[in-house]
């Protein structure tokens, strides 16, 4: 598994659109300069049930087919761009902003950018190579070649077809939510894996503690497991990190807290400075939030979509009910891995780090609050979030998460009580609520 700092780089990479048309290009252009000088070598050598299937036109033909295809395709590549910013517009605006992330990571865009850029490419190095017969040189058709370039052309004019299925495919809710649902249980099997133990209890802090601040400013993006615990072993000392991923740091406001190892051990002013200088060399921040290690983050994309289909201006509580529907699904899959703290010890068993990690209260409030909120006076809403409490007190066996459960059922019955319905409707849920609030008694106690 990647560190905390790698796995950032790499989710950072992922969400670009320019690395893989970049190399696509620079392979193109390679390419470009090597396949006439191949097609130089063998001129003439080649057999006549290969050479049929070449291009067989002379130095003008060539000339006109390599330049129709530079200008057809470097148009079609404006108008694939265009049509990818109309579609993150949409997304931002109809949807969430958050979303974007996932519309720049899409692979099948980066291909076909990449894709068009390289036939562009291909075709305009090629170009270079193509000479006509004059006094002093003899003409020369690069057969292989014209021939390359006419099928990336053929290939591109498909992949243009394929990307407008893909995106009219992509901009419905339905996938984008699909997309964050699968991103954020791949988070949840990194960050909470299967069998993850109960977690702990935190150490303690011991006289002579000190808070490390923040060097940088932005959200707290990933954890260096590895790198906080040897910062802490080396130094003789536990460090708590206050903040989860996803949190805001501050340059110069206090992030973490160290203590001594033992009490009146004591760390003097150079040991602490370079325990807060590993501490922050662990750390990695970024302006916008990412999947690498924060859970939070795909519940925050779904309760933003939630959020808008509740809005007077969109009025589209189909669309929340789905947006709950995925949202009880994650939170059912936490139940089962004990989110929470983790602490991380040394070689002799002792806990040297404490790590912050959003447990189930914190997840719960975050999905259930807002829909409430704005959409308790929707039955429909309000039927779904019920439904939501109760898959989650059926999938939590032991009872662990109860008391949670059951706070949030006194908050529904509540809203449903402020909310104007008629009398079947509020009687129809009040039931709903009995049989949840059964169901969670029907779980034992821990």
């Given at each position: 598994m990647?560190?905390g700092?790698?796995a950032?780089w790499l989710?950072?990479?992922r969400?670009?659109?320019w690395p893989l048309?970049?190399?696509?290009?620079?392979?193109?252009v390679?390419?470009?300069?090597?396949?006439?000088?191949l097609?130089?070598?063998i001129?003439?050598?080649?057999p006549?049930?290969?050479?049929?299937?070449?291009?067989?036109?002379g130095?003008e033909?060539?000339?006109?087919?390599?330049?129709?295809?530079a200008g057809?395709?470097?148009?079609v590549t404006?108008?694939?761009?265009s049509?990818t910013?109309v579609?993150?517009?949409?997304?931002?605006?109809?949807?969430?902003?958050?979303?974007?992330?996932?519309?720049?990571?899409d692979?099948?865009?980066?291909?076909?950018l990449?894709?068009?850029?390289?036939?562009f490419?291909?075709?305009l190095?090629?170009?270079r190579?193509?000479?006509g017969e004059?006094?002093?040189n003899t003409?020369?058709?690069?057969?292989?070649?014209?021939?390359v370039?006419?099928?990336?052309?053929i290939?591109?004019v498909?992949g243009?077809?394929l990307?407008?299925?893909h995106?009219?495919?992509?901009?419905r809710?339905?996938?984008?939510?699909?997309r964050?649902?699968?991103?954020t249980r791949?988070?949840i099997d990194?960050?909470?894996?299967?069998?993850?133990?109960l977690p702990?209890?935190?150490p303690v802090?011991?006289?002579?503690?000190?808070?490390?601040t923040a060097?940088s400013?932005?959200?707290?993006t990933?954890?260096d497991k590895d790198?906080?615990l040897a910062?802490a072993?080396?130094?003789r000392?536990?460090?708590?990190?206050?903040?989860?991923?996803?949190?805001s740091?501050?340059?110069g406001?206090?992030?973490?807290?160290?203590w001594?190892?033992?009490t009146g051990?004591g760390l003097?002013?150079e040991a602490?400075?370079?325990?807060?200088r590993d501490v922050?060399a662990a750390v990695?921040?970024?302006?916008?939030?990412?999947?690498?290690?924060d859970v939070g983050?795909g519940f925050?994309?779904l309760?933003d979509v939630a959020?808008?289909?509740l809005?007077p201006?969109?009025n589209?509580?189909?669309t929340a009910?789905?947006?709950?529907g995925?949202?009880?699904s994650l939170?059912?899959?936490?139940?089962?891995?004990n989110p929470?703290?983790e602490?991380l010890?040394d070689?002799?068993?002792?806990?040297?780090?404490?790590?912050?990690?959003?447990?189930?209260p914190?997840?719960?409030d975050?999905?259930?609050n807002q829909a409430r909120?704005?959409?308790a006076?929707?039955?429909?809403v309000?039927r779904r979030?019920?439904?939501l409490l109760r898959?989650v007190?059926f999938?939590?066996?032991?009872?662990?998460?109860r008391?949670?459960v059951?706070?949030h059922?006194?908050?529904m019955r509540?809203?449903?009580?402020?909310?104007d319905?008629?009398?079947p409707?509020?009687r129809?849920?009040l039931?709903?609520a009995?049989?949840?609030?059964a169901?969670v008694?029907?779980?034992p106690?821990?």
């Amino acid at each position: 598994m990647l560190n905390g700092r790698a796995a950032h780089w790499l989710d950072a990479l992922r969400t670009q659109l320019w690395p893989l048309p970049v190399v696509a290009v620079a392979g193109a252009v390679a390419l470009g300069v090597a396949l006439p000088a191949l097609d130089s070598g063998i001129d003439g050598q080649l057999p006549d049930t290969v050479g049929v299937l070449l291009f067989s036109g002379g130095a003008e033909a060539a000339r006109a087919v390599l330049q129709a295809i530079a200008g057809s395709l470097i148009t079609v590549t404006s108008l694939t761009f265009s049509l990818t910013v109309v579609t993150l517009q949409l997304a931002s605006s109809q949807f969430s902003p958050r979303l974007l992330r996932t519309f720049t990571a899409d692979r099948f865009v980066h291909g076909t950018l990449a894709l068009f850029l390289a036939a562009f490419a291909f075709a305009l190095t090629v170009l270079r190579s193509v000479r006509g017969e004059t006094s002093g040189n003899t003409a020369f058709v690069p057969e292989i070649s014209v021939t390359v370039a006419f099928a990336l052309a053929i290939a591109s004019v498909v992949g243009l077809v394929l990307f407008l299925a893909h995106l009219t495919r992509e901009i419905r809710v339905e996938t984008m939510m699909r997309r964050v649902d699968g991103e954020t249980r791949d988070t949840i099997d990194r960050v909470f894996p299967k069998d993850r133990p109960l977690p702990g209890t935190p150490p303690v802090p011991l006289p002579g503690g000190f808070p490390i601040t923040a060097t940088s400013s932005g959200f707290l993006t990933s954890l260096d497991k590895d790198a906080l615990l040897a910062a802490a072993v080396n130094s003789r000392a536990t460090v708590r990190i206050d903040r989860e991923p996803g949190s805001s740091l501050v340059e110069g406001v206090p992030f973490a807290t160290a203590w001594p190892l033992e009490t009146g051990a004591g760390l003097g002013p150079e040991a602490r400075e370079e325990l807060c200088r590993d501490v922050n060399a662990a750390v990695s921040t970024g302006f916008e939030r990412t999947s690498v290690q924060d859970v939070g983050f795909g519940f925050r994309q779904l309760v933003d979509v939630a959020a808008r289909a509740l809005s007077p201006g969109i009025n589209d509580p189909t669309t929340a009910v789905h947006v709950l529907g995925h949202l009880s699904s994650l939170l059912c899959r936490l139940v089962e891995r004990n989110p929470g703290p983790e602490l991380l010890s040394d070689d002799d068993g002792r806990v040297r780090v404490v790590l912050s990690f959003p447990g189930l209260p914190a997840l719960m409030d975050l999905a259930v609050n807002q829909a409430r909120n704005y959409g308790a006076g929707d039955p429909d809403v309000a039927r779904r979030l019920l439904d939501l409490l109760r898959e989650v007190a059926f999938c939590d066996a032991c009872g662990q998460y109860r008391d949670v459960v059951r706070d949030h059922l006194d908050r529904m019955r509540t809203a449903i009580a402020a909310a104007d319905y008629s009398a079947p409707e509020r009687r129809r849920l009040l039931e709903l609520a009995q049989a949840c609030a059964a169901d969670v008694e029907a779980a034992p106690e821990m």
